[in-house]
């Protein structure tokens, strides 16, 4: 039942020399990992949505890496929408329901304003662990999500090539560029009446390809600092709220989820009773 990957078989350091699959840019991440989920976490010991993510606001508003933008009254009014939707829906532990897009609601303003919401959370459970993440632990001595996942920078602007740093400094530049995203009033238009860019839904991908990065970071090199705060419910329910919206509308391949896939792959598991 314990969190295990098979980092666990091959000594649990990644410092060490052992063999690795090639370096892969974003558009390369096509390994498969074999990895067993926290089963005991993923049954009824999870508290509800509401519950998720008031824990973590208590515990990561202290670092919580906001856009340097504030939000618009446009994105300001969407967000209201968001919350009342998730405090009408999410108490009542169905995080399915959540995601769905609601009657009447643009379906590109619906995604823009959950992705801020999945942008804060992802930044505010970082938060909670950063000081575990630092480039003197070995297993953050690169940007990795299980031995056969290395992920390397790249922004096309002041990192044009795919280029290999820490775990800190990859999720610090990825939080950054982020923010810099949903921040930027071209694409997450500000203005009432505004349209979304051509290029939105493309970019938007690009932006929760990321963030389930840091995801599978924290599951598979920070997960015991996790459990050690009392927080792995409380993880699981966010994470199970983010992996449901991206199937919902399609944000992210099959393949890019695989370092976290057998976790997910609960996730949507019919209960016995159900069948």
């Known amino acids: 039942?314990?969190?295990?990957?098979?980092?666990?078989?091959?000594?649990?350091?990644?410092?060490?020399?052992?063999?690795?699959?090639?370096?892969?840019?974003?558009?390369k991440d096509n390994f498969t990992v074999n990895i067993t989920a926290p089963v005991e976490e993923t049954k009824n010991t999870e508290p509800n949505g509401a519950q998720a993510y008031d824990f973590w606001e208590k515990k990561g508003k202290n670092t919580l890496k906001k856009p340097k933008k504030p939000l618009s009254q446009r994105q300001m009014k969407a967000h209201e929408t968001?919350?009342?939707?998730?405090?009408?829906?999410?108490?009542?532990g169905d995080l399915r329901e959540?995601?769905?897009?609601?009657?009447?609601?643009?379906?590109?303003?619906?995604?823009?304003?959950?992705?801020v919401h999945f942008y804060n959370a992802a930044s505010m459970i970082y938060g909670t662990i950063s000081e575990d993440c630092v480039e003197d632990k070995p297993e953050c001595k690169i940007m990795s999500a299980g031995s056969k996942y290395e992920y390397l920078w790249q922004d096309g602007n002041l990192y044009k090539k795919p280029t290999k740093m820490s775990a800190p400094e990859y999720i610090d530049k990825l939080l950054t560029w982020a923010g810099e995203q949903i921040a930027d009033p071209d694409l997450f238009p500000v203005e009432p009446g505004a349209r979304f860019p051509h290029g939105f839904m493309k970019q938007v991908k690009q932006i929760y390809k990321r963030l389930f990065r840091v995801y599978g970071h924290i599951y598979h090199v920070h997960f015991d600092k996790i459990k050690s705060l009392g927080a792995n419910a409380h993880l699981n329910t966010c994470f199970k709220h983010f992996i449901y919206f991206i199937k919902e509308f399609n944000l992210v391949k099959r393949n890019d989820l695989e370092p976290l896939q057998k976790l997910i792959d609960k996730f949507f598991e019919v209960p016995k009773s159900e069948t």
């Open 82 to 92: 968001i919350k009342a939707t998730m405090k009408a829906t999410l108490g009542g």
């Open 1 to 27: 039942g314990r969190y295990t990957t098979d980092l666990a078989i091959m000594g649990g350091v990644l410092g060490k020399k052992k063999k690795m699959g090639p370096k892969v840019p974003d558009h």
């Open 98 to 115: 959540t995601v769905k897009l609601p009657e009447g609601e643009d379906k590109r303003e619906w995604i823009a304003v959950n992705t």
